[in-house]
Structures are given as C-alpha cells and as structure tokens.
C-alpha cells in the first residue's frame, strides 16, 4: 500500500450476530529500508461497541514479495504476522502471542487502483470463525 491517510468504511459481522456500520482511517508509512509503520482506528457508528485501535510496524524482506509485521491491538494485544504481495492481492495471517485462546486471523486486502482496496478479513478462535469484516479503503489526496 502507498503511504498516505486511507479511509476505511464497510461491515462487521460477528458470530451470531447482524452486520454493524464500521468506519475508520489508517495511516500508512515506509522509510528508506522497507520497514512500514500503519496505524489503525476503527469505530462502530450508532453501536456500543468499543473502538478498535492497531499499531503495525513492520518489514518487506529485499527483493521479495514477503512481509513481516509486529502488531499492538487494543484487545487482542501483541501479534506476529505475516504477509504476501501477489499481482493484485496482499495477504497476511497473524497470531496473537501467548494466548490461551488461540486467536489468530487473515486479511485480504483486493487492489482495484492504486488508491483504493477492497479488505475482506477475519478473525479465528481455535479452528471457528468468531468475527468478519469488509469494507473499502480509499487513501485521501494529499
């Protein structure tokens, strides 16, 4: 992804659950050695439902179309990750350390241009899917 303000808009789904409006912005930023930092906020407009804050950093080994990443979230806490860029995908799975439940997930996030992505994304409890999101993620105009 370019490194700019994207803006984020979509669905939330959880286990049992109906669609609730998701909405948010990333901040995404590379430096001279291909290490990336993103900052992530999401919020549930109309919901209860607490916000959603993530703090990436991470680094896209020379030469290659792989990625690793560290990952601070706000209710899952610490996260190792790893990503793939394809010809118009990038795909990453992660798993929270040290955690009883065994939660981990996947992203996949769909370039349709070079300033917006389409995600589809999910996370796992064990071996179930306990919740989901898509949305459209547009990077704003310097």
Do not use: C
Request: a neutral charge; proline letters at 3%; glycine letters at 12%.
């Amino acid at each position: 992804m370019q490194p700019g303000r994207w803006i984020i808009q979509g669905s939330w789904l959880e286990r049992d659950g109906m669609p609730i409006s998701v909405k948010g912005m990333t901040l995404v930023a590379w430096n001279r050695d291909n290490w990336f930092t993103m900052a992530t906020k999401l919020i549930f407009p109309g919901s209860d439902r607490s916000e959603i804050s993530l703090q990436y950093k991470g680094y896209l080994h020379g030469g290659e179309r792989q990625y690793t990443f560290l990952l601070q979230h706000n209710i899952l806490g610490q996260i190792e990750g790893e990503g793939w860029i394809g010809v118009s995908t990038i795909v990453q799975r992660y798993w929270v350390l040290g955690d009883r439940q065994r939660r981990s997930g996947f992203e996949t996030l769909y370039r349709l241009s070079d300033d917006t992505y389409y995600l589809s994304s999910g996370i796992l409890v064990g071996h179930f899917l306990n919740s989901t999101i898509e949305a459209s993620l547009e990077r704003q105009p310097t």
